[in-house]
């Protein structure tokens, strides 16, 4: 059924915008998207779905709450699904779609450990099942969610993992054998070190070059069919983690 946006929505004309433009959250405050690299769009094209931040003028605190909402074009109703403790400020709480409007994909997190982990739910009835690992990016066919630690991200930047105390962040040590890339099938929830940093620095870099050093996840891309991951690693030299100390390698 086509969708007629002015039905639901304002028109935004401030800036004589070149395209037709529409708010779909005009009386809700501090939704966004995740990433340009997954459409908040569903494959439906009917529903969009969103981060609702708790507040937009501080920081976020260890444990608060933020909510994960579909907003549905054809309707104009929004509806909180979620609420989600695993989110930060970039990122949200990577709040995206599988292969279906049944198929949402997000983050929350034990604020008891501190453990984030996957959620995939249908929005449409409610139903939801906890994923053993992390999620940075769902694959096209939507069966694997590949990411870094979200933990540990905010080693090196805050924003695009989780929010948690700085006691319960995990620090590495060098290349270790313990962290890396994780893989999660989203049809079993079993969770997986797919590559470790270790065999990382074995297979793609000089040792030599990164002595004295730790290294650390950031972004993971799927490409489009699925068969290939991108990831950012990033290292810092020891009692130096400033920007023009670090370095970034892309691996695939």
């Known amino acids: 059924m086509p969708i007629d946006m002015d039905t639901s929505f304002p028109r935004y004309a401030d800036n004589d915008p070149q395209a037709p433009i529409w708010c779909i959250t005009p009386e809700i405050d501090g939704c966004f998207h995740r990433f340009f690299d997954t459409s908040p769009i569903s494959p439906s094209g009917r529903r969009v779905a969103l981060t ?13 709450p933020a909510e994960v909402l579909v907003v549905d074009l054809q309707t104009g109703d929004a509806q909180v699904v979620a609420e989600t403790h695993g989110w930060d400020t970039q990122l949200g709480a990577q709040v995206q779609w599988g292969i279906g409007d049944e198929e949402l994909f997000f983050i929350d997190m034990h604020v008891e450990n501190w453990r984030p982990f996957s959620v995939k739910m249908d929005p449409l009835t409610g139903d939801r099942a906890n994923l053993a690992g992390p999620l940075y990016m769902i694959s096209p066919d939507g069966r694997a969610a590949a990411s870094p630690s979200l933990l540990r991200t905010r080693r090196t930047q805050k924003g695009y993992g989780v929010v948690a105390p700085d006691e319960a962040i995990p620090k590495n040590d060098g290349a270790v054998a313990d962290d890396g890339l994780y893989l999660t099938d989203t049809m079993t929830g079993d969770a997986r070190l797919l590559i470790s940093f270790a065999e990382i620095l074995d297979a793609a870099l000089d040792a030599d070059e990164y002595e004295d050093g730790d290294f650390y996840g950031f972004h993971v891309k799927w490409n489009l069919q699925g068969t290939r991951l991108m990831f950012v690693v990033r290292w810092s030299p020891h009692g130096d983690d400033s920007w023009s100390a670090r370095r970034n390698n892309v691996i695939t």
């Open 52 to 64: 609702k931040l708790p507040a937009e003028d501080r920081m976020p605190e260890p444990g608060e």
